[in-house]
């Protein structure tokens, strides 16, 4: 398969197992839900990078080529509470599982950017994967798009943090607004920033 070596999955492409690609976003931010994204690709070279690099509407465009190229996708979510609850990690791999249970057909291998989630299958997770491998790329283009219409949302339904243009990380404008709101029923309680910040929300809403 000349055509696709260098990337993380050539080596389980040229056996003709499918390989899905797994990705997070939002496990740094100081508010809102994990999100990820489970990708199976066909064989191939495609245009797909590191979301982080691509502007909004890049991202858009290419969540729709993802979508009308795969073999298969699909996103899993941890929510706020699950994040407090278990931590971030274990919520990121509780969302991955969601998201790979949902393949159909389902993966025979699977790429992850550094990403250990447990499984039966051949797994590659090393890091940055989401800049040599197609499929991870893919996963986190799905998975950052649907994210930032989460908070966007959730912008609307709890105004004043700048959910809409941070996506609930930590920026300065974030910080402020913590400080002078208090934490907002979406915002993650085990990170500093926010358990260090007066409660202010009122209660019930």
């Given at each position: 398969?000349e055509?696709?070596?260098g990337?993380?999955?050539?080596?389980f492409?040229?056996l003709g197992?499918?390989?899905?690609?797994?990705d997070?976003?939002?496990?740094?931010?100081?508010?809102?839900?994990?999100?990820?994204?489970?990708?199976?690709l066909?064989p191939?070279?495609?245009?797909?990078?590191?979301s982080?690099?691509?502007?909004?509407?890049?991202?858009?465009r290419l969540?729709?080529?993802?979508?009308?190229?795969a073999?298969?996708?699909?996103?899993?979510?941890?929510?706020?509470?699950?994040?407090d609850?278990l931590?971030?990690l274990?919520?990121t791999?509780l969302?991955?599982?969601?998201a790979?249970?949902?393949?159909?057909p389902p993966?025979?291998?699977?790429?992850?950017d550094?990403l250990?989630?447990s499984?039966?299958?051949p797994?590659?997770?090393?890091?940055?994967?989401?800049?040599?491998s197609?499929?991870v790329?893919?996963?986190?283009?799905?998975a950052?798009v649907?994210?930032?219409?989460?908070?966007?949302?959730?912008?609307?339904l709890?105004?004043?943090?700048?959910?809409?243009?941070h996506?609930?990380?930590?920026?300065?404008?974030?910080?402020?607004?913590?400080?002078?709101l208090g934490?907002?029923?979406?915002?993650?309680?085990?990170f500093?920033p926010?358990?260090?910040?007066p409660?202010?929300?009122?209660?019930?809403?």
């Amino acid at each position: 398969m000349e055509e696709v070596q260098g990337c993380l999955e050539a080596s389980f492409w040229s056996l003709g197992l499918r390989v899905a690609g797994v990705d997070e976003a939002g496990r740094g931010a100081w508010a809102g839900p994990i999100v990820v994204g489970a990708v199976i690709l066909p064989p191939g070279r495609y245009p797909f990078r590191d979301s982080k690099l691509l502007r909004p509407k890049e991202r858009e465009r290419l969540a729709e080529e993802v979508r009308r190229v795969a073999l298969a996708h699909a996103l899993g979510v941890a929510e706020v509470g699950e994040v407090d609850r278990l931590g971030v990690l274990k919520a990121t791999l509780l969302a991955a599982q969601r998201a790979l249970d949902l393949l159909d057909p389902p993966p025979e291998a699977l790429v992850t950017d550094y990403l250990r989630v447990s499984t039966s299958l051949p797994l590659l997770a090393p890091p940055k994967a989401d800049q040599n491998s197609p499929s991870v790329a893919a996963a986190s283009i799905l998975a950052k798009v649907h994210r930032d219409r989460l908070m966007v949302e959730l912008d609307r339904l709890y105004p004043g943090y700048g959910f809409a243009r941070h996506k609930g990380y930590g920026t300065p404008e974030h910080q402020e607004a913590l400080l002078a709101l208090g934490p907002s029923p979406v915002h993650r309680r085990r990170f500093v920033p926010v358990a260090q910040a007066p409660l202010r929300f009122a209660e019930g809403e």
